[in-house]
């Protein structure tokens, strides 16, 4: 069957998570993000990915309640930041963060980044909180292999999820397949290059094709790579269009077109070689 905005993949943990939702790093807390996330909800997405760091979990936890959704209808994310890196400080962590949101558990609950030295007591602490049910699924952002090797090696729980940017610009295939091989789900963040190559001649070549957009290309090419794809925009016009994705299919030629794009160029953080 074709993917639709109701698709959902199941992770390592039997939980089963949107393939689609919206992203709401640097969007202003207060009104911004609870429009963002309004529009959203109101065209179907069922994934929301915040961060303690982003400042707007106390709006995303606003909507959801505004708008009276059963707690199991809309998957939350959630990260743990640099700061609250050890055991005890994560476990205090998660619980802030589900005070924000004003939830009694999140759907995934992420290491932002694989801060040096105190990764590992970290980990036992997500661990903790899987088991404990404050959060269904547990995973990481921003691990490169290396990363993932040591974390493979002690930890008692695989992670369900590694975030990091990913696009046809940017297109890690090296760490997809190691992640995929480890059971790790693969979501790429930054999908649309935070908007630096929409204006692409061959991608908007590509795209005139399917008289579809930029942007569109650039999600619809993540989905029909198996990845979920997290989109962020304030706008509701954008909100709309970045859903409009489940009505085409690019060809295998124009998906290979795509990924010769691969220019290894990071638009938000760049983790590599990181200890
Ligand atoms: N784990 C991490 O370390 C990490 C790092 C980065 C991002 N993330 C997550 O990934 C999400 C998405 O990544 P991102 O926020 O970096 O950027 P992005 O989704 O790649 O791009 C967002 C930019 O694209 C523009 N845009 C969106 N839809 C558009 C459309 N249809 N046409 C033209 N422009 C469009 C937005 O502007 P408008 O608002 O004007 O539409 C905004 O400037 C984040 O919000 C966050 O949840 C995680």
Redesign the pocket.
């Given at each position: 069957m074709g993917l639709t905005i109701q698709s959902k993949v199941t992770l390592n943990s039997g939980v089963e998570m949107p393939v689609f939702g919206l992203?709401?790093?640097?969007?202003p807390p207060g009104a911004p993000t609870r429009k963002s996330v309004a529009s959203a909800l109101e065209c179907g997405y069922r994934l929301v990915?915040?961060?303690k760091l982003?400042a707007n979990e106390e709006d995303v936890g606003a909507v959801l309640r505004e708008r009276g959704l059963p707690r199991d209808e809309v998957f939350v994310t959630t990260?743990l930041w640099n700061s609250d890196h050890g055991y005890e400080s994560t476990l205090k962590a998660c619980e802030a963060s589900l005070g924000r949101l004003g939830l009694p558990w999140v759907d995934l609950y992420?290491v932002?980044?694989p801060v040096p030295g105190a990764r590992k007591d970290t980990w036992r602490a997500m661990e903790r909180i899987l088991k404990e049910g404050k959060a269904r699924a547990i995973g990481v952002?921003?691990y490169m292999v290396p990363h993932l090797e040591e974390l493979l090696a002690s930890c008692d729980v695989v992670p369900a999820v590694n975030?990091?940017?990913l696009?046809p610009f940017l297109y890690q295939k090296g760490l997809i397949e190691f992640c995929r091989k480890q059971g790790i789900a693969v979501e790429a963040?930054?999908?649309?290059?935070?908007?630096n190559r929409?204006g692409d001649r061959r991608l908007k070549e590509v795209s005139a094709r399917y008289r579809k957009?930029?942007?569109?290309l650039l999600i619809r090419w993540g989905l029909q790579h198996g990845i979920i794809e997290?989109?962020?925009?304030?706008?509701p016009d954008?909100?709309r269009?970045?859903a409009q994705v489940f009505d085409f299919e690019i060809s295998p030629e124009d998906m290979r077109v795509l990924d010769s794009f691969d220019e290894g160029v990071h638009?938000?953080?760049d983790p590599t070689g990181k200890p």
């Open positions: 992203g709401v790093w640097q969007v990915d915040t961060a982003y990260k992420l932002h980044w952002s921003n975030q990091f940017e696009s963040y930054s999908p649309l290059t935070k908007g929409l957009t930029p942007a569109q997290i989109p962020r925009s304030t706008r954008h909100i269009e970045n638009y938000a953080w």
